[in-house]
Structures are given as structure tokens and as C-alpha cells.
């Protein structure tokens, strides 16, 4: 087998993935987060002698905010009599750039229960993937299985795959995180087959105003895909509203330090166009919650990185 056919086998498991992919509905969304809370902790962990990355943070970040919607923690199932199922738990789905024997590609790998681990091991779980560490998972074997499969076999296995519902997290995870944050790429938007998927770009030095003066901070980009089968427009800027107010929010100074993350309390937060960039999570309440939806009100006052499913 040369070289190109090598390659272009390694990519059949993502060619599957997207024609599956193309009965979903991606709708995209975008904010600025000031990076300077991420960085501190990340300088802290530098000098304790651990390593701190953004995609960690991404991911911890994801988990948090998804247990307090699960209204997003849910996926799109049924053609003939469409429906909306809801899991209990938070799976994160981590997409990374790897190079393999058969050449440069994407890998995957999902992290289970994410809502329930502390940062120390979900960063564990990142440096792994990016290690190379996870292609020996369940996950690796499907993806060289599917590899190895005559074209037509492995793309209705797929397929098959991911008809049930209940297994999909297993799979896909019930979000998705993807970064190209060591590229130029200041903005972009993916669809991970998640009815939310992050995409963070790079951080890079921007200006921002903090009490009345322009000054540079490190901003980066958040891409937000959601699937509009599952979540309408107002519900997806609420998850992306939260997660700009928890990466952001993040006290590096705080009792607990940087392993153990709290937030600044709910005064510490600005108004649209107030200080600082991508921050739309007012101080005040939200609305009330609508017939059948539940009160987010603990999410309006902070979210509680220690605990699953937030305060």
C-alpha cells in the first residue's frame, strides 16, 4: 500500500463522520474571552512544576457548563417522529491533530463523567491524547477497525452505530472541544456531531477596556456550533453567555489555587459592552424561566466548578 492510499484509509473513519453528519442542522455563534484568568492560573501551574493547558481548561469549562443545561446536554434522534434525548451525565468529546505511520490526521477520544472530575484529572486525560496515549483505548481500536473495513462495510457500521442514541455519548461524547490555538487560526467553527461543539482559536494580545482605559490583554476567540435540531438560537447563546463568564471568572488567587478553581463572586461580572471583550453574562437575573423549563437562576449567580451540575 503506498503512501496516499495509507493516508486516505487512516481518514475514512472522518469521511463517515461527515456524510452522517449531514442531516444535522449547525448553526454558528462566536464570543471573545478575555484569556487573562486562564493565564494566570496556567503561570501558577508553570511554577509549581505541572502542566496547565488551554484545552484542559476548555474541557473542564464544557463539562461545568453543559451539567447546568441539559437542555444541550442532549442529541437529535428519530426521521419519522423526530425527538429530543437527554443525558444524565457530561461526556467530552476531544478532537487533536495527531501524526500517524500513515500520516497527519485527526483523532479523537471521549472523557467520560467530565462534569464529575477535578481539573487535575482531566488534564491528565488531555496530555494523553496528546501524548498519543488514547489511541490504545476502545476508542483507537474502532477507528483502526473502521480503517481496515472494504469502504461500504465500515460506513454502514457507522452508520449503525450511531442510530442508537443511548450509545452515542459512548462515541461521540455529548459535547465536542476542538483547538487551533497553536496556529494563526484566530476564529473557526466545526461541527462535532454534538448539539454543542467549542472551537477555540488562538490567543493573541488584543486590546480590551477595563475601568475606562484601552489596554492589551490575551483574548481568545470562541467558535460555538449547536445543532438547531436540539437547541434554538436564545438557549445556545445562554451556554456560550456561561461559558465566557467561567473561563473569564476563574480566580487564580483564590482559596483552593489553581487546581482547584473558584469564582470571582457574581459583582466581579460586566454587562455587554462593559469592560472587556465576548462578556455577556449580566450581574443582574435572568429572565424567568419559561412553563417547562427549569430555573437557571444558580447559573445566573455563578456556577460552582467543584460540583457537577454547578452551585
Not at 204 to 220: K, L, N
Request: charged share 25%.
Amino acid at each position: 500500500m503506498n503512501a496516499v492510499a495509507a493516508a486516505d484509509r487512516a481518514r475514512r473513519h472522518t469521511r463517515y463522520f461527515l456524510q452522517w453528519a449531514r442531516s444535522a442542522s449547525p448553526v454558528h455563534l462566536a464570543a471573545e474571552v478575555d484569556m487573562s484568568a486562564i493565564e494566570a492560573h496556567r503561570s501558577a501551574a508553570r511554577a509549581a512544576g505541572t502542566r496547565s493547558s488551554v484545552a484542559g481548561w476548555l474541557v473542564w469549562a464544557a463539562s461545568r457548563v453543559m451539567a447546568a443545561h441539559p437542555e444541550a446536554n442532549a442529541a437529535a434522534a428519530g426521521l419519522v417522529a423526530p425527538r429530543t434525548v437527554r443525558y444524565d451525565a457530561v461526556h467530552v468529546k476531544l478532537a487533536m491533530d495527531r501524526m500517524t505511520p500513515q500520516g497527519r490526521c485527526v483523532r479523537t477520544a471521549v472523557l467520560h463523567h467530565a462534569d464529575r472530575l477535578e481539573f487535575d484529572a482531566i488534564q491528565q486525560f488531555v496530555d494523553r491524547c496528546r501524548d498519543g496515549g488514547e489511541d490504545a483505548s476502545a476508542s483507537g481500536d474502532r477507528i483502526r477497525l473502521l480503517g481496515r473495513l472494504p469502504a461500504p462495510v465500515g460506513r454502514l457500521a457507522f452508520r449503525t452505530a450511531m442510530a442508537r442514541t443511548a450509545r452515542r455519548p459512548e462515541l461521540l461524547g455529548s459535547v465536542a472541544v476542538s483547538s487551533l490555538g497553536n496556529h494563526r487560526a484566530d476564529t473557526f467553527h466545526a461541527y462535532g456531531g454534538t448539539a454543542v461543539t467549542l472551537n477555540a482559536g488562538r490567543i493573541a494580545q488584543r486590546p480590551v477596556v477595563r475601568q475606562g482605559q484601552v489596554v492589551a490583554a490575551p483574548v481568545m476567540r470562541l467558535g460555538m456550533t449547536f445543532d438547531h435540531r436540539v437547541i434554538d438560537g436564545a438557549a445556545a447563546a445562554d451556554v456560550l453567555d456561561d461559558l465566557v463568564h467561567l473561563l473569564e471568572g476563574c480566580d487564580a488567587v483564590s482559596a483552593g489555587g489553581w487546581h482547584a478553581p473558584q469564582l470571582r463572586p457574581v459583582g466581579h461580572r460586566t454587562a455587554p459592552g462593559g469592560d472587556g471583550p465576548g462578556r455577556a453574562l449580566a450581574a443582574g437575573p435572568r429572565r424567568p424561566a419559561g412553563p417547562g423549563q427549569r430555573d437557571r437562576s444558580r447559573a445566573a449567580e455563578g456556577l460552582d466548578p467543584r460540583r457537577p451540575g454547578g452551585a
